[in-house]
Nanobody, 121 residues
Framework: QLQASGGGLVQAGGSLRLSCVAS????????VTWFRQAPGKEREGIIC???????????????GRFTVSRDNAKNTVFLQMNSLKPEDTALYSCAARGYIC?????????RGKGTLVTVSS
């Protein structure tokens, strides 16, 4: 399973680093996608990291602010979020499916519980 952590309350302009830890399987054989769901809105794919570390960005609004990385030795993927804005407030989660990046949440093999990020103005 996957578990996201690291969320919290932060002021606009601040930063947070989220972690996505896998248990029961090895993440190094998977591409991992970060998703978020804001209150009253649909879930959206943010960014994906491929097995060898290259990333695919799905959301224009976070380009230049969010980056993704992985530490396979720790079985963990990270989401570094800088210059946070109130509109980034959402429940953030991670999911994994095969070795090709995807933002199809339903098709993910592993889906984790989220961590809440709240950005105050």
């Amino acid at each position: 399973q996957l578990q996201a952590s690291g969320g919290g309350l932060v002021q606009a302009g601040g930063s947070l680093r989220l972690s996505c830890v896998a248990s029961g399987f090895s993440l190094d054989g998977f591409a991992v996608t970060w998703f978020r769901q804001a209150p009253g809105k649909e879930r959206e794919g943010i960014i994906c990291i491929q097995m060898r570390g290259s990333s695919v960005n799905y959301l224009d609004s976070v380009k230049g602010r969010f980056t993704v990385s992985r530490d396979n030795a720790k079985n963990t993927v990270f989401l570094q979020m800088n210059s946070l804005k109130p509109e980034d407030t959402a429940l953030y989660s991670c999911a994994a499916r095969g070795y090709i990046c995807s933002r199809d949440y339903i098709g993910m093999r592993y889906r984790g519980k989220g961590t809440l990020v709240t950005v105050s103005s």
